[in-house]
């Protein structure tokens, strides 16, 4: 099976030369197996390409869109659950496409919220300016999310005249209706002197500051090192937010950790952590949506199955 392409950041590669294990499992493309205990077929689990009303926009649940600016990155995780188009240049939104978006959206006044992706939307920052531009002027728009990981792939882009023009345009935009920043971050390697100082200016910016983290097998499958990453986002001023059981994409098998071992991780940091710093661990059932997977405080539960949101039994 082919690997998804590599692409590194210098910022990346000096990681990896200093000896980071967890860096270098995230970016390093290898031969992607099934294991013996999983062997996926679908390359888009959770069947976003089956929402799409205009080019760019994921429409699956009524009062939001996810909306795919572009699908490129500053580089490459080896688990992307998007690794079926990231990296492509097709995904580049042109301003006709944008226009079309948010005119779709205008005219849906059941969307209230939505998410910019990717891909990575900072990585295209003329592209999210003008897409900022159009949603700040739409009424039925309560709230934004912007997905990156650019902070954590290439802290130095964020001295990119061009960033910081959208960095300025977010926070100022951030004034008038609540704008949250999810950052991608997975182990306490990827929080660089250079990495933090970035997120320090973010905060500065005025904006909400949230975390999203993947579960992945022999990178981060361990209490002490999601402890010493919770703690540090929460004591930077971001609030971990969620932690995803790794999507079931074809060739992302390996990454997929042991179910039961990631509710006794969950178990463990709740008891520890202050309650604000342990963020929510789901299973994004294909095609639904997400499910909180059960602490270990409760009883005789069975984590091979739950229920969808339609009260279907997925297997898990
Ligand atoms: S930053 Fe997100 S979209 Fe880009 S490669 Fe990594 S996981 Fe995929």
């Not at 069947?47 to 600016?69: A, M, Q």
């Not at 739409?138 to 960033?163: E, Y």
């Not at 540090?232 to 790794?246: A, K, N, S, W």
């Amino acid at each position: 099976m082919n690997s998804f392409s590599e692409k590194l950041t210098p910022h990346l590669k000096k990681l990896i030369e200093n000896g980071s294990n967890a860096i270098s499992r995230q970016f390093i493309a290898g031969e992607l197996k099934s294991t013996p205990e999983r062997n996926f077929i679908s390359h888009d689990p959770l069947k976003e390409d089956n929402f799409i009303p205009v080019r760019g926009i994921v429409h699956k649940y009524s009062n939001r869109v996810l909306w795919k600016l572009s699908y490129e990155c500053a580089a490459h995780c080896q688990f992307c659950t998007r690794r079926r188009q990231v990296g492509s240049k097709s995904g580049d939104l042109t301003k006709k496409d944008i226009k079309a978006g948010l005119e779709y959206i205008l005219n849906h006044k059941e969307i209230e919220e939505v998410i910019l992706s990717g891909g990575d939307p900072l990585f295209n920052p003329k592209v999210l300016n003008y897409a900022l531009e159009g949603l700040i002027k739409i009424d039925s728009i309560k709230s934004l999310r912007i997905g990156t990981r650019l902070p954590i792939h290439c802290p130095q882009m964020f001295d990119n005249p061009i960033l910081i023009k959208t960095i300025n345009i977010i926070s100022k935009y951030s004034k008038e209706l609540p704008i949250y920043m999810l950052i991608h971050i997975n182990h306490p390697d990827e929080l660089t002197r250079e990495s933090v100082e970035v997120i320090k200016k973010l905060r500065n910016k005025g904006l909400i500051l949230m975390s999203q983290t993947v579960f992945l097998k022999d990178i981060n499958d361990n209490t002490e090192i999601l402890d010493k990453l919770f703690r540090e986002i929460y004591f930077l001023g971001v609030i971990p937010y969620y932690i995803f059981r790794c999507d079931y994409v074809k060739g992302l098998e390996s990454f997929v950790c042991d179910i039961k071992k990631e509710q006794e991780i969950m178990t463990e940091l709740t008891k520890k952590l202050s309650g604000i710093a342990v963020p929510t661990h789901v299973f994004d059932v294909p095609g639904k949506g997400k499910i909180p997977i059960p602490l270990n405080f409760w009883k005789k539960i069975d984590l091979s199955r739950c229920s969808d949101f339609e009260d279907k039994e997925v297997l898990i």
